[in-house]
């Protein structure tokens, strides 16, 4: 038996156990099924939950304290807002280890700038970490250079092209025995950037559908209004406050700690731990 049919059926038998992709000998309580799945967008966790649109978090794994983990977050600078968001909110979890690795300027198309497959193997020798965070994209919607060929933005070869490299970084991800929390990129305001970030959204979706142990977690209508529209301002912890830079692309101070609880609370819905953010920001009527 070769030693890549070995680790192959390694890999398999920790797929056939829902508990086991992320059970390290530290004692993470990070725990999901394996089917993968895109949960709905939840503001504020009294008033609603988070629920699997194919087969995300199995109602029969018991909530967990949360245990030592280490959070991996990479991405662009809409990264590095989500990032910084969940500096402030993971704050008094002491048992988690947030660690942050953006690149602004970076994507998924731009290998030539900085390779997210080839830094995010050395990332995650490094740290080992439990969860791995993704929030990239923002750079995207430029044509990509492949073999010889350019493919324009959003033709049927550019999506193949661009879905091949999101399977590829969740697969890495998960062959290291972590799991992946891929969060959709936010509503726009530019009108034909906010187009192409749809389609994106639908990649990042439709490939973690077919991953195990990757969840997509979208953020669209978190900062849209209720005709589905770009939302600059709104009322945050029953205070007015602005959420985008002027850029209508990335977030101000508030924005990103609306983000971060948004994903903080997802996190201990999916993964089943007890978790609580530390500066919780909602959205409020």
Excluded at 16 to 23: D, G, R, T, Y
Excluded at 261 to 271: D, K, L, Q, R
Aim: charge should be neutral.
């Amino acid at each position: 038996m070769t030693t890549t049919t070995t680790h192959l059926r390694a890999f398999e038998s920790l797929l056939s156990n829902p508990l086991a992709l992320n059970e390290p000998a530290h004692g993470c309580g990070f725990a999901m099924d394996l089917g993968g799945g895109a949960t709905s967008a939840t503001q504020n966790p009294s008033t609603t939950t988070s629920t699997p649109a194919t087969s995300g978090p199995d109602s029969h794994v018991p909530i967990r304290t949360i245990g030592h983990c280490t959070v991996l977050e990479i991405g662009d600078s809409l990264g590095s807002d989500l990032g910084w968001g969940l500096a402030r909110q993971l704050a008094s979890t002491h048992a988690l280890r947030l660690v942050q690795e953006d690149k602004s300027s970076s994507g998924l198309v731009t290998a030539w700038f900085y390779n997210w497959p080839q830094h995010l193997a050395i990332l995650l020798r490094q740290y080992h970490p439990d969860l791995v965070i993704v929030c990239v994209g923002g750079n995207d919607e430029q044509n990509m250079a492949l073999n010889g060929h350019v493919y324009q933005f959003g033709s049927a070869q550019w999506r193949a092209a661009y879905s091949t490299v999101i399977r590829q970084v969740a697969s890495m991800i998960t062959r290291a025995h972590s799991y992946v929390l891929w969060v959709g990129l936010p509503v726009m305001a530019p009108v034909t950037y906010a187009e192409g970030i749809v389609k994106l959204n639908s990649l990042y979706r439709s490939v973690a559908t077919t991953v195990p142990g990757v969840t997509y977690l979208p953020s669209w209508s978190l900062f849209s209004n209720g005709r589905d529209q770009f939302m600059n301002s709104a009322r945050v912890n029953n205070v007015m406050a602005v959420l985008r830079a002027s850029d209508g692309i990335h977030f101000s101070t508030v924005g990103e700690d609306v983000f971060a609880t948004f994903v903080a609370n997802e996190i201990a819905v999916v993964y089943h731990v007890r978790l609580r953010p530390s500066q919780p920001a909602y959205i409020t009527p």
